[in-house]
């Protein structure tokens, strides 16, 4: 029986309306140019991402490879690479000095993170273990970059300050919070729901045979 997670109001866009309203309460208080900047990030990673990834399976459409054995891995540590080079300092006061490709390193991100959840949904039956390792991973290593800005003794960016923009340690901080909540809320959740209905799918599989 092939696992299907998208066929309705799923727990997918559930999570997905929780983080943007956690986005939007932060976004209007949020004064600091670092929290916004992953505040966007967030968004489009565990928001519009698997809503995109979702919506396309709904309607028989997907990244071309998507359902292969060796996409999610791909993809997987493709999506990690950009994160972590992007939250670099260097390469973050680099892309932060022209709007322009800041917006367009923002689209790549999102068609990575797109494909990312487009593979983890046409996970079924045993092939199920690997999206939900795909999830555990990710959901990790963002809340170990978000703990990194969180206890950090000094702003990490620019000393401070990122072409005049402030990046202040209180700032920082309260991007690494943000993280940290999204986190859970998503790919950890994401993980452990799959495991729970592939369970429950293999428990109806023996009253099937027998009705």
Not at 14 to 24: D, G, H, K, R, T
Not at 63 to 92: A, D, K, M, N, Y
Not at 134 to 152: Q, R, Y
Request: glycine share 6%; proline share 4%; net charge positive.
């Amino acid at each position: 029986m092939r696992l299907r997670i998208t066929n309705s109001f799923t727990f997918l866009e559930l999570a997905a309306l929780a983080v943007s309203l956690l986005l939007a309460a932060c976004y209007s208080s949020a004064a600091g140019h670092l929290t916004r900047h992953m505040l966007l990030h967030v968004g489009l990673m565990t928001v519009l991402a698997p809503l995109l990834a979702s919506w396309l399976q709904r309607y028989g459409r997907s990244f071309p490879g998507s359902g292969e054995p060796w996409f999610l891995p791909l993809v997987t540590i493709t999506q990690l690479v950009l994160f972590f080079v992007w939250h670099s300092p260097q390469v973050l006061t680099w892309m932060m000095s022209s709007p322009v490709l800041h917006s367009v390193l923002q689209g790549v991100l999102l068609l990575v993170a797109t494909a990312f959840w487009s593979s983890v949904l046409r996970r079924s039956g045993g092939a199920v273990w690997s999206a939900v390792i795909a999830l555990l991973l990710t959901g990790k290593l963002f809340c170990l970059v978000a703990l990194v800005l969180v206890f950090a003794p000094r702003a990490l960016y620019g000393g401070g300050h990122l072409h005049h923009v402030s990046m202040d340690l209180a700032d920082q901080q309260l991007a690494g919070l943000l993280m940290i909540t999204a986190c859970p809320m998503t790919y950890i959740l994401a993980a452990i729901l799959l495991v729970a209905r592939w369970l429950r799918l293999l428990g109806d599989e023996p009253r099937e045979r027998q009705a």
